[in-house]
Nanobody
Framework: QVQLVESGGGLAQAGGSLRLSCVAS??????????MGWYRQAPGKQRELVAA???????NYIDSVKGRFTISRDNDKKAVFLQLNSLKPEDTAVYYC???????????WGQGTQVTVST
């Protein structure tokens, strides 16, 4: 059974930073073979894919976070990270870690971690 466990969320002021972590477990889960992503869902809004990192390390971001957020991965630790800088109130959401194959980053999900940005 595959588990993704996020941590690092919390309360930050606008302009501040947070670092989210997601650690995967599961004896048969070959982490390095999966594309990893971070989604977020704000109240009343649809879940959106914020950032993704492919098995080769290629990254993609939505326009609203480019230059502010950085996704990275450590295959040896089976972990993926999201560095959130220059936070804005509109970044407030529950952030979810996910794993998938290719462009479909929805095979496995974490439980989510709340990020709240105050003005």
């Amino acid at each position: 059974q595959v588990q993704l466990v996020e941590s690092g969320g919390g309360l930050a002021q606008a302009g501040g930073s947070l670092r989210l972590s997601c650690v995967a477990s599961g004896s048969n889960f070959l982490f390095r073979a999966y594309t990893m992503g971070w989604y977020r869902q704000a109240p009343g809004k649809q879940r959106e894919l914020v950032a993704a990192i492919a098995i080769g390390g290629t990254t993609n971001y939505i326009d609203s976070v480019k230059g502010r957020f950085t996704i990275s991965r450590d295959n040896d630790k089976k972990a993926v990270f999201l560095q959130l800088n220059s936070l804005k109130p509109e970044d407030t959401a529950v952030y979810y870690c996910a794993a998938g194959v290719g462009g479909r980053i929805n095979s496995y999900w974490g439980q989510g971690t709340q990020v709240t940005v105050s003005t």
